[in-house]
């Protein structure tokens, strides 16, 4: 089991920025792809960033709408996932979550079906 924590979310003027973290329980860490994804009021859970596990070589994958914008990284020694969130726009208002899976293949991490861990999400706003 693993369970994951969801901080840093806020309220954000265009154009400013937020960091979001994660801390996640369990001992197989290394091991696991983690993913941030997010979900707007009334539309659907979309992925936004993912950095594999040992397996996959920790490599990322982004969202075509947050690339150059957003930094997913992880810290293996304090089973930590973060996302840095620059040049935020009203767009990038919704709920934020933390997600975890292990054995997801590559074609399958922008894929919210393929992780088995949720954080309890987090709300990001931005507003003029």
């Known amino acids: 089991q693993v369970q994951l924590i969801e901080s840093g979310g806020g309220f954000v003027l265009p154009g400013g920025s937020l960091r979001l973290s994660c801390s996640a329980s369990?001992?197989?860490?290394?091991?696991?792809?983690l993913g941030w994804f997010r979900q707007a009021p009334g539309k659907e859970r979309e992925f936004v960033a993912a950095?594999?596990?040992?397996?996959?070589?920790?490599?990322?994958r982004y969202a075509n709408s947050v690339k150059e914008r957003f930094t997913i990284s992880r810290d293996n020694a304090k089973n930590t996932v973060s996302l840095v969130m620059n040049n935020l726009q009203p767009e990038d208002t919704a709920v934020y979550y933390c997600?975890?899976?292990?054995?997801?293949?590559?074609?399958?991490?922008?894929?919210?079906?393929?992780?088995?861990?949720w954080g309890q999400g987090t709300q990001v706003t931005v507003s003029s």
């Open positions: 997600s975890a899976g292990s054995g997801i293949i590559l074609s399958s991490v922008m894929s919210s079906s393929a992780y088995t861990y």
């Open positions: 950095v594999r596990g040992s397996h996959g070589g920790y490599t990322t």
């Open positions: 369990g001992s197989t860490f290394r091991s696991l792809t």
